[in-house]
């Protein structure tokens, strides 16, 4: 992984962890919405812009590939350098939720 990728994506943003958690399974960018917004009860509703232009950029970096086209929907997957990515950030919330515990823990 290059380190433009490491700069522009770690940390990530909100968007682009689920786009990216989504596309572990193949899916279109309306599936990706609407399991984004399943996964949170509600709490992100990505709208039509940012989940475009988002899918856009990550094609372009090479974290996503265009899989088919069917009924006009442009279904996706994640790719390797998209994994590492997703990999490292999930290792940086653990990481955070880690020490959020342990400072909980030492205040009591």
Same mark, same amino acid.
């Given at each position: 992984m290059d380190a433009h990728i490491r700069k522009v994506y770690v940390p990530m943003t909100e968007t %682009?962890?689920?786009?990216?958690l989504c596309l572990r399974e193949t899916m279109h960018g309306? %599936?990706?919405v609407q399991k984004v917004e399943a996964l949170t009860q509600g709490e992100?509703?990505?709208s039509p812009g940012t989940m475009y232009g988002s899918l856009s950029k990550m094609e372009k970096d090479g974290?996503? @590939?265009f899989v088919r086209e069917e009924d006009k929907r442009k279904?996706?997957?994640i790719t390797d350098l998209g994994n590492q990515v997703l990999e490292l950030?999930?290792?940086r919330i653990? @990481?955070?939720y880690r020490t959020m515990?342990?400072?909980e823990n030492n205040e009591k």
């Open positions: %682009g962890f689920y786009i990216l309306y %599936g990706i992100i509703k990505l974290l996503i @590939r279904f996706y997957c950030e999930m290792k653990e @990481r955070l515990t342990e400072v």
